[in-house]
């Protein structure tokens, strides 16, 4: 009887071992961040399971939204923005990190529809043009990426092994993180095939005063526009004022 107890016990250990080892498991040092006056970023350490002879790929996207890039030409003297081109839905914050080269242990055809690369980022993204392109468009590209590169807002950070069992990457939100959901995906790869994928969200929420200034001009953006112009035009008088007396 005590045999059999003992086999049950050590097949269900071995079991749910496999459904955790087959998962990509991983866990957050915290998912709910605050935006505050005082808000200077925040840094996020995301740690897990490393399975043996398996890669693993960390990335952390921002709510998406249309992103434009200009081009400045000289006219008559003046500098005018005269080209533009719209990407439509990417990602505010685009971060990633990796156990090797994602070009080495994925094909490109899977990078590019998993969105795993700078470079491949914008190949399915449908964008809007004021001119008509004569040539290839990989430079707007490029520069697009190397903005936001500058930005810290597209980054790439280290994985660390721990014994190999673990892994942990910290990843930091810089100051001009906006408020919305962060998609925290990792991803386990094998022989070049991603065998799972695990998704989590990190919460960044505006509090206090500047949250309900945030509400209330996304959700009353005439209200709030109108507000602004009458507040700049009662400032306006109220220096004038000020500099009559003095």
């Given at each position: 009887?005590?045999?059999?107890?003992?086999?049950?016990?050590?097949?269900?250990?071995?079991?749910?071992?496999?459904?955790?080892?087959?998962?990509?498991?991983?866990?957050?040092?915290?998912?709910?961040?605050?935006?505050?006056?005082?808000?200077?970023?925040?840094?996020?350490?995301?740690?897990?399971?490393?399975?043996?002879?398996?890669?693993?790929?960390?990335?952390?996207?921002?709510?998406?939204?249309?992103?434009?890039?200009?081009?400045?030409?000289?006219?008559?003297?003046?500098?005018?923005?005269?080209?533009?081109?719209?990407?439509?839905?990417?990602?505010?914050?685009?971060?990633?990190?990796?156990?090797?080269?994602i070009k080495d242990i994925l094909p490109t055809s899977t990078i590019i529809k998993e969105e795993l690369s700078f470079d491949y980022l914008l190949e399915n993204k449908l964008s809007q043009r004021n001119f008509i392109a004569d040539a290839s468009l990989d430079t707007w590209k490029n520069n697009f990426v190397r903005i936001k590169k500058s930005k810290n807002l597209f980054k790439e950070f280290d994985v660390d092994k721990i014994e190999n069992k673990l892994f942990q990457t910290r990843i930091f939100f810089p100051a001009k993180s906006i408020p919305g959901e962060y998609k925290v995906k990792v991803y386990q790869i094998k022989n070049n095939i991603i065998l799972n994928n695990k998704e989590k969200i990190i919460t960044l929420k505006k509090s206090g005063v500047g949250s309900q200034i945030y509400n209330f001009a996304n959700n009353n953006a005439a209200a709030y526009g109108l507000f602004t112009i009458i507040f700049a035009v009662l400032s306006g008088f109220l220096a004038a004022t000020l500099f009559r007396r003095y």
């Open positions: 009887m005590f045999i059999k107890t003992y086999q049950i016990i050590f097949f269900i250990i071995i079991f749910f071992t496999k459904i955790i080892l087959a998962e990509a498991y991983f866990d957050l040092s915290e998912n709910n961040i605050k935006i505050e006056t005082d808000f200077n970023g925040k840094e996020v350490i995301i740690f897990g399971i490393l399975n043996n002879d398996q890669e693993t790929i960390i990335t952390i996207k921002g709510p998406e939204k249309n992103a434009i890039i200009q081009k400045k030409e000289r006219i008559l003297g003046f500098w005018f923005n005269t080209k533009h081109i719209i990407y439509n839905q990417i990602p505010s914050i685009f971060f990633i990190a990796s156990s090797g080269n």
